[in-house]
Nanobody, 114 residues
Framework: QVQLVESGGGLVQPGGSLRLSCAASGRTSSVALWGWYRQAPGKQRELVASISRGGSANTADSVQGRFTISRDSAKNTVDLQMNSLKPEDTAVYYC????????WGQGTQVTVSS
């Protein structure tokens, strides 16, 4: 199994930046896809960005040009750099890993507000 722990969330003003980090442990070598999801109150969880074991990254249209996903295999972390944040980015952000099964982190709150 893979264990995931997110950090880096908080309160930020519109236009600001945050960097989320997901610390992974366990059978990380088995992970084929890493990702960041988010869920706002009353909405379904949505995929924000993903990165494959081979390094191919994808981001949702709503965050393209603003968010960047990356992975540091040596440190076993998956990061999400969030720039030009908007109020609609407010959500709980979850780290995700897919292997023969899947794992989720506990989530970290991101609030974009003045």
């Amino acid at each position: 199994q893979v264990q995931l722990v997110e950090s880096g969330g908080g309160l930020v003003q519109p236009g600001g930046s945050l960097r989320l980090s997901c610390a992974a442990s366990g059978r990380t070598s088995s992970v084929a896809l890493w990702g960041w999801y988010r869920q706002a109150p009353g909405k379904q969880r949505e995929l924000v960005a993903s990165i494959s074991r081979g390094g191919s990254a994808n981001t949702a249209d709503s965050v393209q040009g603003r968010f960047t996903i990356s992975r540091d295999s040596a440190k076993n972390t998956v990061d999400l750099q969030m720039n030009s944040l908007k109020p609609e980015d407010t959500a709980v952000y979850y780290c995700y890993a897919r292997y023969y099964g899947e794992s989720w982190g506990q989530g970290t709150q991101v609030t974009v507000s003045s």
